[in-house]
């Protein structure tokens, strides 16, 4: 199996829809992206959930389910020749999940949940586990440890910013040096959900701040991120779920391609 988390000469991005949606739309981002990979030289995970089931309010959109979210993703694979990213949330998802995704992920609100993570590692696929809004980098090394007990090839870490007050998230920039000394494993950094405001958009719906989505991933990028996770949609506005905090995806390159060269450069620079 070839590494999903990058260790070349470039950064590797996570990017899709918050949640699956029709074929149309996940096959024009899908489509959109394998281009940009072209494009920058850069390996391109597509990411979609086929079910959000840590939604703020009851009647929240969640997404097809299971089994129709994994045909459709399927579906893009099949487009666009990209590898696919699902969050699983029950140990009982890991399998059938496994069957279609390339890479399995854990949301952060499940990443103490020993039984899903010990799941995913026995899949046999690389997993990516987000760090959770109230851990400290440190707290993150037991999770890497039970997926890594499972038997998964590849694990990587995501920082996605930690609660301050209510409805707010920072991001620690020296987060990403602890987290790989802790975890002995790739970073990503999830510039998107780190500008979410929990709970403070419409009847109670989450937010976000999507004008601080390009500093934050540019500060990553050279703070040490090996990677970066951005959930990308045509029309943010009219999302099912986390719109306020996605990059239009007629804006994806462009800021991904200034990302990428800061990277490169502070890593030319470090090693002169």
């Keep these: ?61 969640r997404g097809p389910g299971l089994e129709t979210g994994l045909r459709a993703l399927e579906r893009v694979r099949s487009a666009t020749g990209l590898p696919i990213l699902t969050d699983v949330h029950e140990a009982g998802q890991v399998p059938v999940a496994a069957r279609v995704a390339d890479v399995l992920q854990i949301p952060a609100f499940l990443c103490r949940q020993t039984d899903l993570l010990v799941a995913a590692g026995k899949a046999g696929k690389p997993v990516n586990i987000k760090k959770g809004q109230w851990m400290a980098p440190e707290d993150m090394r037991g999770a890497v440890e039970k997926v890594r007990a499972g038997g998964a090839p590849e694990v990587a870490v995501t920082e996605r910013g930690t609660f ?58 050279a703070a040490g991120a090996d990677g970066f996770f951005l959930e990308t949609h045509p029309d943010p506005a009219h999302a099912p779920s986390d719109g306020p905090n996605m990059v239009p995806l007629d804006q994806l390159a462009g800021i991904v391609g200034l990302a990428v060269d800061v990277w490169q450069r502070v890593r030319e620079a470090v090693r002169a």
């Design 1 to 61: 199996m070839s590494p999903r988390f990058g260790g070349g000469s470039s950064p590797f991005l996570i990017a899709g829809p918050c949640v699956v949606e029709s074929d149309d739309l996940n096959v024009r981002v899908g489509e959109a992206l394998a281009e940009l990979a072209v494009k920058l030289g850069i390996g391109i995970i597509y990411k979609a959930s086929f079910d959000k089931a840590n939604r703020s309010r009851l009647k929240a959109p």
């Design 164 to 221: 301050f007050g209510y409805g707010d998230l920072v991001v620690d920039m020296r987060s990403f040096s602890r987290l790989r000394a802790a975890c002995n494993a790739p970073v990503v950094f999830d510039a998107t959900h780190s500008v979410q405001q929990p709970g403070q958009g419409a009847d109670g719906s989450s937010g976000g701040q999507r004008a601080f989505i390009p500093p934050l991933l540019y500060a990553a990028a």
